[in-house]
C-alpha cells in the first residue's frame, strides 16, 4: 500500500497536485491543517483495489471473522452469500445503517461501476432480509437505507450531473461557501471578543487606536496588541511596540555596503514616486565618494516627455555621461561598454503595478547579461493597499532592497513601514525633499518607529473611535494567517 502525502498552501491546490498525481479515483485517506497550509494523505485507486480479493473480497475474509460469520448464519460455505467489493471512492467505504443493523449481507451485488436499472429490481426482492422480532416498518427502512447505499457505492464517473456540473465542480462550490460561513463567524467572533477585551483592558484599545492612526494595518496592530506585555503603563507599552516595529525593520546597517561595494542598480516604481530625482541623489554620493569617473548613468524612460533631458541635466552638474537605451539589446551593449565603472545606475521608465509592461521591464533586466540589483522606491503618501500591490507586482524578480519617497509629503509613514515590514524588504534609504544629495539619508530604524507616532492635527478627524474599533478588528480574523505576520518578532 503506497500512501503519499501533498502539502500545499490550500485545499483546492492539494486536491490538484492529489488529481494529477494519483488520478481522478484517488482515495483521499486524510487532510488537516498544518502550519504551512494543508496537508493531505492519498493513495491510487489502483492500491485500494488491491486489498480486494478477485471475487469481490476482502483478501483477509478467509481468517476467523469470515468463519464466525458462517456460524452465525448456519450455511455450509458454498452457500454463503457474497460480500459486496470495496470501492475505491471514500464514500463507498462507509457501510449504510441496514448493512450494520443486518446480520446476514446481501445475497447477490452489482459488479463495480454498473449501476442497477429497471429491469435489476425484481432481482432485488430476492434479498434475503434477515430480521428477527423486527416489524414491518423497520424491514422497509433497512431496505430504504440500503438502497441509498447502493447508490453512494457507485464510482465518481457514474454519479450524474446537476444543471451540468460535475462532482469536483459541486465540492468545490460547497468548500467555497463553507469557508465564507467560516469567515463570516470568525468576523464576528472577534468583533464580540474585541468589545469585551476592550472593557476589561482598556490600554490594549488605546494601543489599538494609536497604532490604526499612525497608518499600520488593522491586522499587524491587532497581532501586536494581542501580545502586549502585562502589567505594563502606557508611556512603556509604547515603547515597547515602537522597539517591536525597529526589531522587524530590516535596514542598511552601513552606507560602505553599497558604495563601497559597487555594481549594477536599478530603481523601478510606478511612475511619479520620485525615481529620477533619486537616481540623482545617489549619483551625488557615489561621485562624491569615488569621483566622477568611477560612475554611468543609464536611463530607459524613453516615454516620458523630458524623462531623458532631466536625468542629462543632473549628470551635467556631475560631470557624468547620460545613456539613453529603448530595449534588452541597448541596454546589453551600454553595460558591456560600461564594465569598467564602478556603479551603475540604471533610471527606468514608470510603470503602473496592473501594466503588463512591468513584466516587459523586468525581462529586459534580467536579460542584460549582468546582475541587475533591483530598488523599488516605495511613494510614503500612498495607501497600505496600494504598496502592499506594488511590492507583489516588482517582487517577482527580486528585491534588493527598498527607498522610501516623499517621507516630508506623508501626514503618516505607518502604512509604508507596515508593508516593509509585512515583505521582508530591506529599506536602504528614505527621501524626505526635493533636494540633491541633501534630502537623501540612511534609513534609521528606531527613528521611523518614533516618527510614525508623532501624528499631526489634520490626521485627528481620520482616527477611530473606540465604538468603532470591533468593527476594524474583525475583519482581520482571516488575515492573521498572513505568512508575513506569522515571522513577526517580539523579542
Known amino acids: 500500500m503506497n500512501v503519499k502525502k501533498f502539502i500545499a498552501n490550500s485545499s483546492r491546490e492539494a486536491w490538484r497536485q492529489v488529481r494529477e498525481a494519483l488520478g481522478p479515483d484517488a ?237 549594477v542598480f536599478a530603481l523601478v516604481g510606478p511612475t511619479g514616486v520620485g525615481k529620477t530625482t533619486t537616481t540623482a541623489k545617489l549619483a551625488a554620493r557615489c561621485v562624491m565618494r569615488h569621483g566622477s569617473g568611477k560612475l554611468a548613468l543609464i536611463t530607459t524612460d524613453g516615454y516620458r516627455i523630458g524623462g531623458y533631458e532631466q536625468l542629462r541635466i543632473y549628470g551635467k552638474i556631475l560631470g557624468v555621461m547620460v545613456h539613453s537605451v529603448k530595449d534588452e539589446t541597448d541596454l546589453r551593449i551600454a553595460l558591456e561598454e560600461l564594465k569598467g565603472k564602478h556603479t551603475v545606475l540604471i533610471d527606468t521608465a514608470g510603470v503602473g503595478q496592473r501594466d503588463q509592461m512591468v513584466a516587459e521591464q523586468d525581462t529586459m533586466l534580467a536579460g542584460a547579461g549582468v546582475d541587475i540589483k533591483r530598488l523599488l522606491c516605495l511613494n510614503a503618501t500612498a495607501t497600505g493597499g496600494t504598496l502592499n500591490e506594488v511590492v507583489h507586482a516588482y517582487s517577482s524578480s527580486g528585491l534588493a532592497g527598498c527607498i522610501v519617497t516623499k517621507l516630508d509629503e506623508a501626514a503618516t509613514i505607518g502604512n509604508v513601514l507596515d508593508v516593509v515590514i509585512r515583505h521582508k524588504l530591506n529599506l536602504h534609504y528614505v527621501a524626505n525633499g526635493q533636494r540633491v544629495p541633501e534630502d537623501l539619508h540612511v534609513a534609521n530604524k528606531l527613528y521611523l518607529a518614533d516618527r510614525a507616532f508623532k501624528q499631526k492635527r489634520e490626521t485627528a478627524p481620520f482616527e477611530f473611535q473606540d465604538g468603532e474599533l470591533p468593527g476594524v478588528v474583525g475583519p482581520t480574523a482571516l488575515s492573521m494567517n498572513d505568512k508575513g505576520l506569522r515571522e513577526v518578532s517580539f523579542g
Open 27 to 263: 482515495v483521499i485517506l486524510s487532510n488537516r491543517n498544518i502550519p504551512d497550509g494543508v496537508e493531505i494523505l492519498a493513495m491510487a485507486n489502483e492500491d485500494m483495489t488491491s486489498l480486494v480479493g478477485p471475487n469481490g473480497t476482502r483478501q483477509a475474509a478467509g481468517g476467523p471473522q469470515a468463519a464466525s460469520l458462517q456460524q452465525q448464519s448456519g450455511l455450509p460455505p458454498a452457500q454463503q452469500p457474497k460480500r459486496p467489493a470495496l470501492l475505491s471512492s471514500p464514500i463507498a467505504q462507509q457501510p449504510s445503517r441496514a448493512a450494520r443493523q443486518e446480520e446476514s449481507p446481501l445475497l447477490d451485488q452489482q459488479p463495480l461501476g454498473r449501476i442497477p436499472t429497471r429491469e435489476a429490481e425484481p432481482a432485488a426482492d430476492a434479498r434475503v432480509w434477515r430480521s428477527r422480532g423486527g416489524n414491518a416498518s423497520q424491514h422497509r427502512e433497512a431496505q430504504q437505507h440500503d438502497a441509498q447505499g447502493e447508490q453512494d457505492q457507485r464510482p465518481r464517473s457514474a454519479l450524474p450531473e446537476f444543471d451540468g456540473k460535475d462532482y469536483d465542480e459541486i465540492l468545490s462550490e460547497v468548500m467555497t461557501e463553507i469557508r465564507s460561513m467560516r469567515g463570516v463567524l470568525e468576523t464576528q467572533l472577534a468583533e464580540i471578543s474585541w468589545g469585551g477585551t476592550q472593557k476589561r483592558e482598556p490600554l490594549k484599545g488605546q494601543v489599538m487606536k494609536e497604532m490604526l492612526a499612525a497608518g499600520f494595518s488593522a491586522s499587524l496592530s491587532r497581532l501586536i496588541t494581542e501580545n502586549l506585555p502585562t502589567n505594563s503603563k502606557n508611556q512603556d507599552i509604547m515603547f515597547w511596540v515602537k522597539s517591536v516595529l525597529a526589531r522587524n525593520l530590516s535596514t542598511l546597517g552601513n552606507e560602505n555596503e553599497l558604495l563601497e561595494n559597487g555594481g
